[in-house]
């Protein structure tokens, strides 16, 4: 974990806290490293910023990968779901793939 780059997004996170991308960011610093703190981050961007596509993809594995399956997979789904309402044919190809992985 790189604590620099986390103190700099913490304090993007501060100085903007209404850009999805800030909350992403450190989500994906803590993903590998602090996975309760980083489920915390993914569970608030995904409340905060519903609309903001790239979330659904890593948070549904991620949680798929914590052995939160049923949630993954709910996050997968509503992804692909808001994929195919932004008109988003390459990521609701891979949100449809990681779901059917899921399923098997």
């Given amino acids: 974990m790189n604590t620099d780059r986390i ?3 913490e304090q993007f ?4 806290p209404t850009d999805p991308f800030n909350l992403y ?5 803590f993903k590998t490293q602090d996975s309760k ?3 915390e ?3 608030q961007l995904l409340e905060q910023h519903p609309a ?12 798929a990968d914590q052995s939160h399956i049923e949630k993954g997979l709910d996050i997968l789904r509503k992804g692909f779901t808001l994929a195919l309402e932004q008109k988003d044919k390459s ?3 891979e949100l449809k793939s990681a779901i059917e992985s899921l399923e098997d």
């Fill in 7 to 9: 103190k700099m997004l």
């Fill in 13 to 16: 996170l501060r100085d903007d």
């Fill in 25 to 29: 960011a450190l989500a994906l610093e």
């Fill in 91 to 93: 990521a609701a190809r």
């Fill in 52 to 63: 903001y596509l790239p979330t659904y993809y890593i948070a549904g594995n991620f949680f």
């Fill in 37 to 39: 703190k980083a489920q």
């Fill in 41 to 43: 981050l993914f569970n």
